[in-house]
């Protein structure tokens, strides 16, 4: 642990500003303690010099945190992931190569001033979810020796949990960058493909992989997905981040459904049922509805990664090494690929077709719920287990992550308890493409609520933050035709919306049958004295129709804020005072639909 800083992001901005220490000072200790740990844990693969430390180190002179969102902040770099000048090897020295350019995300990271400490251990080819299988050693635990760090990206969650870096970069393809973070006390953001940059990375399998963060906190992962989320030429699956989901969207948590999978598999575990069940108490607290879900496709598709083509396309990048050279390559990565060269294109489409029918069922139950409630995995596994049986007890690992980039959501791991034995225990929340923010603020609402210590016994002191966070639905209030059942609520639900609530807004509104007509139309206002509470109810719709939604209302109504009986603001419909003119007051109906049953 460190015992010199707390390397969070915040705090160590702050001992920056106060002259506590300089980056300089600072990286050179973690350095030697990197290195003073590393035959301990095999943690790094290759640990920047003095020498190749000092360019990035001399780009800060003259430079402070307020300058620079990164300054002086360390980071780790997973051995795939390409850094200008130093050798990458995806932790099989035969394939290594020196990249004379470094990653996007990497690229990234630099300019806005972090500084990489060095370059992470990692299973071979990142395949496997344990942290084993690597010829520059096995990864253990960072608490329990006799566990595995998890995998692909060991060294990556080490280097954060030993206290070796703020923040390390992963790479998840099956459930690389959340297995590690929750057997490490860590949170493990997947975030939605495309939005990291993935130029500069060895390919696990080129159409699912992610670049992931390993932070302390929720926080800290949603400050580097805003700063780094961005549209890259040089990755052609890069994709835009939609504004609802930029840093903005972090936020604090209101009501919300979660999924919670039928069944649960917890492969004959002891104590992750209670600690599951104490988690969705942990949730329910924070507002949350817990609704039942099949998990039976999700498990499906799972499935299709391992036992379908798509190890084919892991066969593509290390596939010419083995044939030229087999004993390169671990007998397990090689027994894990051997079934690749037979696989044909006729089973490849027939894989994608039932791909695509499982994800539109999949869609179907995650368009009803905010998020879906996992265990990370559903038992963690020993050395010795997984010294005597593999292949096995890694995908056990597996059990609740392989399908996550095969159906394109995102997920992000969170510890949610400690075993008696002292392992931490984590859970993962995923949810639809680009909601990534706000699953991050839902795992932050959970760190604060477990209250569990952090890295080097650090309290979790950071306050829940004042705006609403958001995801890819919008909220709107309504009080008139668009109610339920009335005229012009198809209106909602043929852009995919569903009634949340019914409701009452706060009292200090008027209602009026406005003139003109048919149909008849109302129209809520504000006022300061004479307001009621209207009756409304609470609709939301993915946010990508809103715009259609709104070009569609008449005026003189529209879209503006209006607040609900329990104090809430949200988005819902106004009129403007000029429409006013001739309309009939029908306050005194208390709604719209009494006033409707009155004529």
Not at 87 to 113: E, K, R
Request: charged share 20%; proline share 7%.
């Amino acid at each position: 642990m460190n015992d010199t800083f707390d390397l969070r992001l915040d705090t160590l901005r702050g001992a920056y500003a106060a002259g506590e220490t300089t980056p300089r000072r600072l990286i050179v200790e973690l350095r030697d303690k990197a290195a003073a740990l590393n035959g301990e844990f095999n943690a790094f693969i290759h640990l920047l010099s003095a020498e190749e430390l000092e360019p990035y180190l001399a780009a800060l002179d003259g430079k402070s945190p307020a300058e620079l969102p990164l300054y002086g902040i360390p980071f780790a770099i997973k051995d795939n992931i390409d850094l200008a000048g130093i050798p990458t090897t995806a932790a099989c020295p035969a394939f290594a190569y020196t990249p004379d350019t470094s990653a996007t995300i990497v690229d990234q990271l630099i300019a806005l001033g972090a500084v990489p400490l060095g370059k992470t251990n990692l299973d071979q080819f990142a395949t496997g979810l344990n942290g084993t299988r690597s010829p520059y050693g096995e990864c253990r635990n960072s608490v329990h020796p006799d566990y595995p760090s998890g995998g692909s990206s060991a060294g990556s969650s080490l280097a954060v949990a030993l206290g070796l870096a703020s923040f390390a970069l992963g790479t998840d393809t099956a459930g690389s960058g959340r297995v590690p973070a929750a057997l490490n006390n860590l949170v493990g953001l997947k975030a939605s493909k495309g939005l990291i940059s993935t130029a500069g990375v060895v390919p696990a399998c080129r159409t699912l992989d992610c670049v992931t963060f390993f932070t302390a906190t929720a926080a800290e992962a949603s400050q580097l997905l805003a700063l780094t989320a961005r549209l890259d030429p040089r990755d052609e699956y890069s994709r835009v981040n939609p504004l609802w989901n930029d840093g903005s969207a972090f936020g604090r948590i209101g009501s919300f459904r979660f999924g919670v999978p039928k069944n649960l598999e917890f492969l004959g575990c002891a104590e992750s049922p209670a600690l599951f069940a104490a988690t969705i108490e942990h949730l329910k607290a924070l507002g949350g509805e817990p609704v039942e879900i099949d998990f039976s496709p999700f498990l499906e598709a799972a499935r299709l990664l391992y036992e379908g083509p798509w190890v084919a396309e892991r066969y593509s990048v290390a596939g010419e090494l083995i044939e030229r050279q087999p004993d390169a390559v671990l007998p397990v990565i090689k027994a894990v690929l051997e079934k690749a060269p037979g696989a044909t294109a006729v089973e490849l489409f027939r894989a994608q077709y039932r791909l695509q029918q499982l994800k539109a069922i999949c869609d179907r139950i995650m368009a009803e719920v905010d998020c879906v409630l996992t265990p990370a995995y559903p038992r963690p596994v020993t050395l010795a287990e997984l010294h005597a049986e593999p292949v096995k007890r890694n995908s056990d690992l597996g059990w609740y992550t392989n399908f996550m980039n095969m159906l394109d959501y995102a997920a992000v791991a969170v510890p949610a308890s400690v075993m008696d034995n002292g392992l931490p225990w984590g859970v993962t929340l995923f949810g639809r493409v680009f909601t990534d923010q706000y699953l991050l603020s839902l795992a932050g609402a959970l760190q604060r609520q477990t209250a569990l210590k952090l890295i080097g016994g650090n309290a979790l002191d950071t306050p829940a933050p004042r705006n609403p966070a958001r995801n890819d639905r919008a909220r709107i209030v309504v009080c008139g035709a668009h109610l339920d059942g009335l005229p012009l609520n198809g209106q909602l639900r043929q852009r995919g919306a569903r009634l949340l609530e019914a409701t009452r807004s706060a009292p200090d509104y008027q209602l009026y049958a406005l003139a003109g007509g048919p149909p008849l139309r109302p129209g809520m206002v504000r006022v300061t004295e004479g307001g009621v509470a209207i009756e409304v109810e609470v609709w939301e719709l993915p946010s990508a129709e809103l715009g259609s939604f709104l070009t569609g209302i008449p005026a003189p109504l529209g879209l503006g804020k209006v607040q609900l009986e329990d104090g809430r603001w949200e988005t819902g419909f106004i009129c403007e005072p000029y429409g006013l003119e001739g309309a009939q007051d029908i306050t005194g109906f208390g709604g719209w639909r009494a006033y409707l049953q009155s004529q």
